[in-house]
Every structure is written in structure tokens, then in C-alpha cells.
């Protein structure tokens, strides 16, 4: 169906930026949104940033002003600029898709959600 491959994750230091890449593939028919999710240690799971097919971005308050999301929709691919980070921004980030594919019958099914498989991104002295 549909693949998620996240890159760029690592270990920074306070105040550095790092930069995390989400390409998508398979029989995609549409994407509605691409995202990114977090989950730090003891926490729940967190939208960090989205983008939908118009454009339009959305930012949880924590990291707005520091973190950027944008796209390469020629190659199914979204972005997460990750600037002025902080220890709190430690956490497993998850790419995330909704959109419509096509099966392996040739059916055609939308609202499908996505998930890629995370990337660790450890923010410490």
C-alpha cells in the first residue's frame, strides 16, 4: 500500500537544528495531509507539525517559531526543519500520511492513514 521512510534523525546539541525527511511511496492516489508525531519519554503522542494538500500548516505552541514543515510534492516527500532545539524536543518523531491509494485488487480507498516506522532524535550535552 503505502511506505513511509523517515531519515535525518540523530543526536544534537541544545540550540542546534537538525533536519528530518519523510518520503512516501506505493499506489498513492491522493494525499490529503503529511505530518510529523512525537513521543518523548513518559509522554503521550503528540502532533508536532502538519501540512495539508492546500498548504495550509499547523504547529503545536512548543515548537512554533523554531520548527518548519514543508514539502517536495514531486516526490511525495515532506520535511521537518528542526531549528534552536531543546532537550524536551527529545523523542521519537513519526512521519504521518492521509490520502486515498489503491489496493493490490485495484480498489480505490481514501482516508487511509499512514504511519512511518519513527526516527530518534536526541537533543543533549
Known amino acids: 500500500q503505502v511506505q513511509l521512510v523517515e531519515s535525518g534523525g540523530g543526536l544534537v546539541q541544545p540550540g542546534g537544528s537538525l533536519r528530518l525527511s519523510c518520503a512516501a511511496s506505493g499506489s498513492i492516489l491522493r494525499i490529503d495531509a503529511m505530518g510529523w508525531y512525537r513521543q518523548g519519554p513518559g509522554k503521550q503522542r503528540e502532533l508536532v507539525a502538519a501540512?495539508?494538500?492546500?498548504?495550509?500548516?499547523n504547529y503545536t505552541d512548543s515548537v512554533k517559531g523554531r520548527f518548519t514543515i514543508f514539502r517536495d510534492n514531486a516526490k511525495n516527500t515532506v520535511f521537518l526543519q528542526m531549528n534552536s532545539l531543546k532537550p524536551e524536543d527529545t523523542a521519537v518523531y513519526y512521519c504521518?500520511?492521509?490520502?486515498?491509494?489503491?489496493?493490490?485488487?485495484?480498489?480505490?480507498?481514501?482516508?487511509?492513514?499512514?504511519w512511518g516506522k519513527g526516527t530518534l532524535v536526541t537533543v543533549s550535552s
Open positions: 504521518y500520511l492521509r490520502g486515498g491509494v489503491v489496493l493490490t485488487s485495484g480498489a480505490h480507498v481514501y482516508g487511509m492513514d499512514y
Open positions: 501540512i495539508t494538500s492546500g498548504g495550509s500548516t
